[in-house]
């Protein structure tokens, strides 16, 4: 078996090591800092040799492999970690212990999975519906013991001393069982690795909660991942206030006024078209002779030609309109009760010569075409004739 030198340390960087086997999986080293994907926690990348590990594996009889870019030999070898992304996993994977004695302390939710992805950190508790004030007493107290700076430790215990602790969780093992204790707060068996003192995690925060499966997914970040968020974050908010010409903390005030606005110059603009239709439907009206469809070129959109069809159907007319623009019109049609028109096959020819997308039924058809109508009722007339 591969002795794991992250046991021993988790801050070691390099080593030396024999590559044992080069197997279709990986390379198979003596001893290695690499940690393989498991308990949640992402595996190690880094170089073998100056060859890229991409990825750390442990297969199910206990074998780990180094997943590398191209063959290494049998033989001596120096590893180097990629130290960034373990001292991300680390700080993640404190914190997920952290949160989860936390969660477990101030909202009785016993953590039953964890997933410390690349994209997001998870934790899934046994309760389902967890108050906004538990998660918040919660992540208070796993800050607070962040801040005290306690130590981590990291042992195999012997039988006698194992069969004291009050771990969070039972082993997922039998023998060589590990615990993690974070001070005094959690005592959790892992193998993973970890931070050395609580400071390095620098905070926690948890970001949301869904229910799943009738549980609570609880997704939080932490470490250098919750700065980068803090910090983008940080430069959204200077930038809307500076468009704001306000402080950062006045954003808030400054989006609610201009929602206030908008809903007040929305009704207005409401307001406005209806009396345009109205008038409009007004204007078509009087200048129209018979009972015939009223087909008419309006500037305007969907909208508006809408509104203006209702009130021309609601005077016992068919409304036949459009309103052009640059890329070609928005075209509706209305059925005035009692009339046989059947609008859908009628903008199903105009869109067979002028092209477009849309449709309806035979009491209203909508949508658009695409080349501009010249004479729009000369169009329609040709569309309507058998």
Request: net charge negative.
């Amino acid at each position: 078996m591969t002795r794991r030198l992250y046991h021993d340390d988790a801050f070691l960087k390099t080593f030396d090591a024999e590559v044992l086997a080069m197997t279709p999986q990986g390379a198979v080293l003596d001893r290695t800092a690499f940690y393989p994907e498991a308990g949640g926690q992402l595996g190690d990348h880094g170089t073998l040799g100056g060859v890229a590990v991409t990825d750390t594996q442990e297969l199910d009889d206990g074998t780990i492999v180094h997943v590398v870019a191209s063959p290494v030999e049998v033989g001596p070898i120096r590893g180097e970690l990629e130290w960034s992304r373990r001292r991300l996993h680390m700080a993640q994977h404190t914190a997920q212990h952290l949160l989860s004695g936390a969660l477990l302390d101030r909202a009785a939710a016993a953590t039953v999975s964890a997933r410390l992805g690349e994209s997001a950190l998870t934790i899934d508790v046994s309760r389902d519906r967890i108050p906004e004030a538990e998660l918040a007493a919660a992540e208070d107290l796993a800050n607070s013991i962040i801040d005290d700076d306690v130590a981590i430790r990291a042992w195999f215990p012997a039988p006698d001393e194992l069969a004291t602790l009050e771990l969070r969780r039972d082993p997922k093992v039998s023998e060589n069982i590990r615990v993690v204790a974070i001070g005094d707060f959690d005592l959790s068996p892992c193998g993973g690795t970890h931070c050395a003192r609580s400071s390095q995690l620098g905070a926690v925060r948890i970001t949301s909660t869904e229910r799943y499966k009738g549980m609570t997914r609880v997704t939080f970040t932490a470490g250098r991942r919750l700065r980068a968020d803090l910090f983008s974050r940080d430069m959204v908010l200077r930038g809307l206030a500076s468009q704001f010409s306000c402080g950062p903390a006045e954003v808030p005030a400054a989006i609610e006024k201009m929602k206030r606005d908008a809903e007040a110059a929305s009704s207005e603009v409401t307001a406005l078209r209806g009396r345009l239709s109205s008038s409009l439907a007004a204007t078509l009206l009087a200048g129209s002779t018979g009972t015939g469809p009223i087909i008419a070129s309006l500037p305007g959109d969907g909208e508006l030609l809408r509104s203006i069809a209702a009130k021309l159907v609601s005077a016992g007319r068919d409304a036949l309109l459009c309103a052009p623009d640059d890329n070609g019109a928005a075209v509706v049609l209305f059925r005035a009760p009692g009339s046989s028109l059947d609008c859908g096959a009628l903008f199903k020819r105009l869109s067979a010569t002028l092209g477009g997308r849309g449709g309806g039924k035979p009491d209203q058809a909508q949508g658009r075409v695409t080349t501009q109508p010249a004479d729009w009722p000369a169009a329609v007339g040709d569309a309507l004739a058998p």
